[in-house]
T-cell receptor
Framework: AQSVSQHNHHVILSEAASLELGCNYSYGGTVNLFWYVQYPGQHLQLLLKYFSGDPLVKGIKGFEAEFIKSKFSFNLRKPSVQWSDTAEYFCAVRGNSGNTPLVFGKGTRLSVIA | EPEVTQTPSHQVTQMGQEVILRCVPISNHLYFYWYRQILGQKVEFLVSFYNNEISEKSEIFDDQFSVERPDGSNFTLKIRSTKLEDSAMYFC?????????????FGEGSRLTVL
């Protein structure tokens, strides 16, 4: 069965600090990987996704993530966070065959303070 | 930009009552999903729906739950007899099927509170 682990429950950063949120997954096959963001009071929005090819993927708002197959990881990074990045971040994985369900991690709450 | 819409945004109900949550997926999408998020916990898959039938469901999706696409636009989740533990945010999503890689587009969620 698929599973996703996000080790950081709550991260607090000052503006302009660098961000890295960890994500590890467990799945016995080829996967597609996603990071979703949920701003306060809003719906889940896709930040970025990895299907194949270059393991370093760039998303919206300056976010990027690196797929390291040997570590089963897909960590999210941003060099300099802004107050507006305050949100809940969810890593998700789905198998690359058929239409398997998207499985989410527990989420990491990011609080950016001025 | 097309989006998934959900109603109601918040529903309060008494334990044992039936609840129907409604979703209008993006018009050219063919796969539909319901997820839920209990407060403080992760987003959990409930069910996926394609071609007017359930394609996959989780252990959470027991006989209390049902889904329906009654017309060409709505996709509903029914909970027959709500329990306290059904209190959660319920998210609808839709996707255009690509081989295992379709992005899911989510609605804003319907918060269900069972008293």
């Amino acid at each position: 069965a698929q599973s996703v682990s996000q080790h950081n429950h709550h991260v607090i950063l000052s503006e302009a600090a660098s961000l890295e949120l960890g994500c590890n997954y467990s799945y016995g096959g080829t996967v597609n990987l996603f990071w979703y963001v949920q701003y306060p009071g809003q719906h889940l929005q896709l930040l970025l996704k990895y299907f194949s090819g270059d393991p370093l993927v760039k998303g919206i708002k300056g976010f990027e993530a690196e797929f390291i197959k040997s570590k089963f990881s897909f960590n999210l990074r941003k060099p300099s966070v802004q107050w507006s990045d305050t949100a809940e971040y969810f890593c998700a994985v789905r198998g690359n065959s058929g239409n398997t369900p998207l499985v989410f991690g527990k989420g990491t709450r990011l609080s950016v303070i001025a | 930009e097309p989006e998934v819409t959900q109603t109601p945004s918040h529903q309060v109900t008494q334990m044992g009552q039936e609840v129907i949550l409604r979703c209008v997926p993006i018009s050219n999408h063919l796969y539909f999903y319901w997820y839920r998020q209990i407060l403080g916990q992760k987003v959990e898959f409930l069910v996926s729906f394609y071609n007017n039938e359930i394609s996959e469901k989780s252990e959470i999706f027991d006989d209390q739950f049902s889904v329906e696409r009654p017309d060409g636009s709505n996709f509903t989740l029914k909970i027959r007899s709500t329990k306290l533990e059904d209190s959660a945010m319920y998210f609808c999503a839709s996707s255009v099927p690509r081989q295992g890689s379709g992005e899911l587009f989510f609605g804003e969620g319907s918060r269900l509170t069972v008293l």
